[in-house]
């Protein structure tokens, strides 16, 4: 495995973030966790061994954007300004990972866990419903526990060789 600089993923999805009203973000972003989830279940292909800690993350991922669709609600008049810069962001993140080893991407994904754990803190930062507070502080449990089985498999996979 070659070393390979986690970006920082706010800063490269921000030119998609700030096409969507602050109010609608939380949403915009559990369509990207969305995403997530299927690029877990591609990983989970690729690495059979590996498959059941894998489909797990993608679990958590599809977990945390259940949580945010039932704790933020949806102004109809916004679905599709909150789905527009969707395709482009994914675009953006599937590239961050073209062209590099599995393991690399992993590596990575589990820095982007942790970004995003951050994420749902700075949002929770901003809300005054203790309720919604909590269900952002178990969004970043998730993924951090993501982070946290990613280096395991990590660590498992370059201790095996």
């Given at each position: ?20 009203p602050a109010e609608a973000r939380p949403r915009f972003l559990a369509l990207l966790e969305r995403g997530a989830a299927d690029r877990y279940r591609e990983w989970a292909a690729m690495l ?114």
């Amino acid at each position: 495995m070659t070393a390979h600089e986690i970006p920082n993923f706010g800063v490269l999805l921000a030119p998609f973030i700030s096409q969507v009203p602050a109010e609608a973000r939380p949403r915009f972003l559990a369509l990207l966790e969305r995403g997530a989830a299927d690029r877990y279940r591609e990983w989970a292909a690729m690495l059979p061994l590996y498959q059941d800690e894998l489909l797990r993350c993608a679990e958590r991922e599809d977990e945390i954007a259940d949580r945010i669709e039932a704790r933020f609600a949806l102004d109809r008049s916004l679905v599709d300004i909150v789905r527009a810069p969707v395709p482009g962001a994914r675009d953006t993140y599937y590239g961050v990972f073209a062209g590099l080893d599995v393991w690399d991407q992993l590596r990575i994904q589990a820095g982007a866990e942790r970004q995003g754990a951050q994420a749902w803190r700075t949002i929770a930062a901003g809300v005054t419903d203790p309720d919604v507070v909590e269900e952002l502080a178990r969004c970043s449990a998730l993924e951090e526990e993501s982070a946290d089985r990613l280096d395991r498999l990590i660590t498992h996979h370059t201790g095996a060789r």
